[in-house]
C-alpha cells in the first residue's frame, strides 16, 4: 500500500503513481480539499476514470478506504495496465488532500 500527498494550484495533469510496467494502478480512498469551486479528475493516463467536485472555499470530496471483497480489496477505480495514475483539476485554486493505492500485477 503506498500514500500519497495531492497539492494542485493549476490545471496541470499530476502523477500521483508513476507507470509501472506490467501492473495497474488501484486507488482505495481519497480525501481533496479546494479554496474555491472547481472540479477533481482522476485519469489512467490522458484518460478521464472519474471526476469529482469541490464546491465553495473549504468544501471537500472524499471516497472512504473500500472494504476487502472475498478475494481482494475493493478499489474506486484503477488504471490501465501499464499507465500512471494522474490527477488534475479544472481550475486554478489550491487543492490539497490525499490518497491511498497499491500497484497490482496484470492478470493475463
Same mark, same amino acid.
Given at each position: 500500500?503506498?500514500?500519497?500527498?495531492?497539492?494542485?494550484?493549476?490545471?496541470?495533469?499530476?502523477?500521483?503513481?508513476?507507470?509501472?510496467?506490467?501492473?495497474?494502478?488501484?486507488?482505495?480512498?481519497?480525501?481533496? &480539499?479546494?479554496?474555491? *469551486?472547481? +472540479? #477533481?479528475?482522476?485519469?489512467?493516463?490522458?484518460?478521464?476514470?472519474?471526476?469529482?467536485? =469541490?464546491?465553495?472555499?473549504?468544501?471537500?470530496?472524499?471516497?472512504?478506504?473500500?472494504p476487502h471483497g472475498p478475494v481482494e480489496r475493493v478499489a474506486w477505480?484503477?488504471?490501465?495496465?501499464?499507465?500512471?495514475? &494522474?490527477?488534475?483539476? *479544472?481550475? +486554478? #485554486?489550491?487543492?490539497?488532500?490525499?490518497?491511498?493505492?497499491?500497484?497490482?500485477?496484470? =492478470?493475463?
Amino acid at each position: 500500500m503506498a500514500f500519497s500527498a495531492i497539492s494542485l494550484t493549476d490545471a496541470t495533469l499530476t502523477t500521483i503513481a508513476a507507470a509501472k510496467t506490467g501492473y495497474k494502478v488501484r486507488l482505495y480512498s481519497y480525501l481533496v &480539499k479546494g479554496d474555491a *469551486s472547481t +472540479t #477533481v479528475s482522476w485519469s489512467s493516463n490522458s484518460t478521464v476514470l472519474g471526476a469529482v467536485i =469541490v464546491g465553495a472555499a473549504g468544501d471537500g470530496a472524499t471516497a472512504p478506504p473500500t472494504p476487502h471483497g472475498p478475494v481482494e480489496r475493493v478499489a474506486w477505480l484503477e488504471t490501465a495496465v501499464g499507465e500512471a495514475l &494522474k490527477i488534475q483539476q *479544472s481550475g +486554478t #485554486v489550491n487543492v490539497k488532500g490525499h490518497c491511498e493505492y497499491e500497484y497490482v500485477p496484470a =492478470v493475463n
